[in-house]
C-alpha cells in the first residue's frame, strides 16, 4: 500500500469562512482553473465563464458563499492574503457593473444570476461537492474543467487520482495510527517529533516551526478578534455573536487592546470549573462566528469545525501552563504537529468532508486531533494521545451535518464548542488510564466512522435536506 504524503500545512491552511469545503476548496478550484490558462498565455483570449454548481455544492452554496468563492478565485484573489473586508465591495462591484476581470487582466462580461448555475438536482458520481468552468476563448474554442472540494480545502481535478502521492521520501512513512505508533516505538521519539522529521523531508526544521507559529498566530489573532466583536451574522437567520457578551462578562466588563494583555486578565481571573468551561466555550465561539461572518480562519481540519483546536490550544494556554504568563512556543509546536498526524490519519482511513461523512467527518475529527495535541503537551504517553483521540472520536460518531438555511451557523457554531470540551475531556481520560484499557485502537474507530459515513442517508450529509436543517420554516426570514 503506497504511503500518502500530508503536510502539517496541507492539514492547517490560513483562509476565508465559512466553509472550507463550499468556500475555499471551489476559491482554489477557480484559482487553479485560471492559473492554467495563465500559463499557457491565453488569459486575454478568454470571452467568456460560466459555472455549473452540483449536488451538495449547489443545496447549501449561497449559505456557503461558494458562488462568492468561485467569483474572487476566477478574479485571481489568493484566499490567505485577501482583505477580508474587501470582499463584500468586490462583490457588489461585479454584480453591479456585470462584469468580471479574470485573473486581475482580462475584463470579460459576467452575469452572476445567468452564468453561475445551481444544479441542485444533479449530482457526478466521484464526489457530492463538484464543480465544472465553462470557458469559451475569443476564437470559438470551448472546453470545461470538472473539480471536486474532497473535504478541508483539498481540491482534485478531474482525471487526477483522489491522492496525488506527493514527491518526498518520509523517514517515517504512515497511513494509519499502527504505523505512527510503529515509528515511536522502534525510535523512542514522541508523535510530534516523528512529525517534525517527517516535515524535514519538505523544508528546513526553521522554516517548519515559523510555518506552524504563524498558523497559530492567526488562530489567536481569530480568537481575539471574534472576542471582541459584536453584531450579528450575515444570511437571514440573524444569529447574534455571543462571544462578545460572554468574553465581557468573563473580564468583568474590561476592555483590552491586545492579546497579551487579555490573556493576562484571563489566567488572573482563576480556574474554577465553571469560569474554564465558560472560556473554552467563549473561545470556540468566537472563532466560528469569524467563519460565519466571512473572516480570516485556519481549516482545522475544516471551516466549520475551525473553532475546536485554536480553543483547546487556547485553553491550554491559558490554564495548563506551568511558565507564568509565557507562552511555551515549543508546546504550542508540539500541540500542532501531532493534532495535524492524527487529521492526515483520519483523512488517508476515512474523510474529513461532511458532504461525505456528516459532521462527524467535521467536528468529530477535529475534536479528535486536538484530544492527541492536548495529551502530548501535558505529558502524556503516545499511546495515550492516539487513545485521547479515539475517545473524542468514539462520541462524535454518527453526527449528522445538518446547517438550517445551508448557513454554518446553527448547529455549526455551537458544535464547536462541544467538541472542544470533548477533546478537553478525553484527553483527561486518557491521561488518567493505561492504554491497555482501550478496548478499541484508534484505527478500528476510523474504520468504523468510514462504514458510518457509507451507511449516512445523504440527507444528513451537509444537503440541508434533513435533521435540524428542515425544523424551522423554509423562509430564513421567518427564523
Not at 461525505?356 to 492527541?372: K, L, N, T
Not at 462541544?418 to 476510523?446: E, H, N, R
Request: hydrophobic letters at 40%; charged letters at 20%; a negative charge.
Amino acid at each position: 500500500m503506497p504511503h500518502e504524503a500530508i503536510s502539517v500545512f496541507d492539514m492547517f491552511k490560513i483562509g476565508v469562512g465559512p466553509s472550507s469545503s463550499h468556500t475555499l476548496g471551489p476559491w482554489k478550484a477557480a484559482l487553479r482553473c485560471i492559473d492554467g490558462i495563465k500559463q499557457k498565455g491565453k488569459i486575454e483570449e478568454v470571452e467568456k465563464v460560466s459555472v455549473l454548481l452540483y449536488g451538495s455544492l449547489a443545496k447549501t452554496g449561497r449559505g456557503h458563499g461558494t458562488d462568492i468563492a468561485v467569483l474572487l478565485g476566477l478574479c485571481g484573489e489568493n484566499p490567505v492574503t485577501i482583505d477580508v473586508n474587501s470582499i463584500n465591495n468586490k462583490i457588489e462591484q461585479i454584480s453591479r457593473t456585470f462584469t468580471l476581470n479574470i485573473a486581475g487582466s482580462n475584463l470579460i462580461q459576467f452575469n452572476p444570476s445567468e452564468d453561475i448555475h445551481f444544479l441542485f438536482s444533479e449530482t457526478l458520481p466521484f464526489h457530492p461537492n463538484a464543480l465544472t468552468f465553462l470557458i469559451t476563448m475569443l476564437n470559438g474554442k470551448n472546453w470545461s474543467e470538472t473539480y471536486y472540494s474532497i473535504g478541508g480545502g483539498f481540491v482534485v481535478k478531474e482525471g487526477e487520482k483522489q491522492s496525488q502521492l506527493q514527491t518526498v521520501d518520509l523517514p517515517f512513512p504512515i497511513n494509519t495510527a499502527e504505523d505512527l505508533l510503529h515509528w515511536c516505538m522502534k525510535t523512542g521519539l514522541s508523535i510530534s517529533e516523528v512529525v517534525m522529521e517527517n516535515e524535514n523531508s519538505w523544508r528546513p526544521e526553521s522554516e517548519t516551526k515559523a510555518g506552524v507559529l504563524h498558523i497559530w498566530e492567526t488562530m489567536k489573532n481569530c480568537i481575539f478578534h471574534g472576542c471582541h466583536t459584536t453584531g450579528t451574522l450575515p444570511g437571514g437567520l440573524f444569529v447574534k455573536r455571543r462571544a462578545f457578551d460572554l468574553n465581557k462578562k468573563l473580564t468583568i466588563g474590561k476592555p483590552y487592546n491586545d492579546y497579551v494583555s487579555w490573556l493576562q486578565a484571563i489566567k488572573k481571573g482563576g480556574a474554577n470549573f465553571q469560569v474554564t468551561l465558560d472560556w473554552v466555550s467563549c473561545f470556540a465561539l468566537a472563532v466560528n462566528e469569524e467563519n460565519a461572518a466571512f473572516g480570516r480562519v485556519v481549516t482545522a481540519p475544516t471551516n466549520g469545525a475551525a473553532g475546536v483546536i485554536p480553543a483547546v490550544l487556547q485553553y491550554y494556554i491559558a490554564f495548563c501552563c506551568s511558565e507564568g504568563f509565557l507562552i511555551d512556543e515549543d508546546k504550542i509546536i508540539r500541540f500542532l504537529l501531532t493534532a495535524a498526524e492524527v487529521g492526515s490519519i483520519f483523512k488517508k482511513g476515512s474523510t474529513i468532508s461532511a458532504a461525505m461523512g456528516g459532521c462527524q467527518a467535521e467536528i468529530g475529527v477535529s475534536s479528535a486531533m486536538a484530544a492527541a495535541g492536548l495529551t502530548e503537551v501535558m505529558g502524556g504517553t503516545q499511546r495515550q494521545s492516539l487513545m485521547a483521540a479515539e475517545i473524542a472520536m468514539e462520541h462524535h460518531l454518527g453526527m449528522t451535518c445538518d446547517p438550517i438555511g445551508g448557513l454554518v451557523q446553527v448547529p455549526c457554531i455551537e458544535r464547536n464548542t462541544m467538541g472542544a470540551i470533548k477533546a478537553i475531556t478525553a484527553s483527561q481520560l486518557a491521561l488518567q488510564s493505561s492504554p491497555d484499557y482501550a478496548k478499541v485502537s484508534l484505527d478500528k474507530v476510523i474504520a468504523t466512522m468510514w462504514n458510518t459515513a457509507l451507511d449516512m442517508n445523504s440527507k444528513y450529509k451537509e444537503t440541508a435536506d434533513g435533521g435540524l436543517a428542515v425544523q424551522l420554516p423554509l423562509s430564513l426570514s421567518e427564523c
